[in-house]
């Protein structure tokens, strides 16, 4: 398939001043791809965010116990390896986790705070995070369903990363896409992004041509017949 951009960073900016996030979930429709949007609860902290990156999927799981002597080694270790997966989040790659129950809050300001080190692009988090002034004030998209205080420690731990997880039915696999805004969060393959995207920028392009018709007074009807979007 023909390369229409030389590298993410291209990508990423040209879609940030061109496109949205519904823009893309259709061409994934067009391409057959029609279950790739995450829960519809699921939003940015503030409405402005959006999110862009590569996924790094993280798995959670419940513990009873912060630190506990067990059959399995991480058994003992406080938040299991959470903190090693947070320290190996490269440049636009989006912390997207699942996996743990609602309990407890999964995301917050000091791991916000180290992901910006890290040139991370924002969170995911299928479940919630807390900290929400320290993360609005550091600017950091993060998504999830909400705001709430109780700590993960004596809860929940990571107990892998880079591994494909499951939300909302859909797998996501490392290096995937992950575009979100305050319409949803859409989940882009890895061997979809190049066509997803073009068709995109060319949908937003024909878009643009129906807004001036509507505008010029042309009926739906009529734009639709002529230029096959809506």
């Not at 809050?105 to 900290?131: P, S």
């Not at 998504?143 to 997880?165: C, E, L, M």
């Not at 920028?201 to 505008?215: H, I, P, Q, R, T």
Request: net charge negative.
């Amino acid at each position: 398939m023909k390369n229409y951009w030389p590298n993410d960073e291209v990508l990423f900016s040209q879609t940030r001043e061109k496109l949205f996030v519904a823009l893309v979930g259709d061409i994934l429709d067009t391409m057959g791809l029609k279950h790739q949007f995450l829960h519809q609860q699921l939003k940015p902290v503030e409405t402005g965010m959006v999110i862009l990156g590569r996924a790094m999927p993280v798995l959670e799981a419940d513990y009873f116990h912060e630190s506990y002597e067990g059959n399995n080694p991480l058994s003992s270790k406080p938040f299991g390896l959470m903190f090693h997966a947070l320290d190996d989040l490269k440049k636009n790659e989006v912390y997207i986790c699942s996996g743990g129950s609602h309990r407890y809050a999964q995301f917050g300001g000091l791991m916000a705070t180290r992901a910006i080190a890290c040139g991370a692009a924002g969170a995911v988090v299928h479940g919630f995070h807390r900290d929400t002034n320290e993360i609005l004030n550091l600017n950091f998209p993060v998504a999830s369903f909400g705001s709430y205080a109780q700590d993960q420690g004596p809860r929940g731990k990571v107990v892998d990363w880079r591994v494909p997880i499951e939300l909302d039915g859909i797998k996501v696999m490392p290096g995937d896409v992950i575009y979100g805004d305050r319409d949803g969060i859409l989940v882009i393959p890895a061997e979809a992004v190049e066509e997803a995207f073009q068709g995109a920028f060319e949908k937003a392009k024909g878009e643009n041509k129906v807004l001036v018709a509507l505008k010029n007074g042309m009926t739906t009807v009529d734009a639709y017949e002529k230029f096959g979007i809506m």
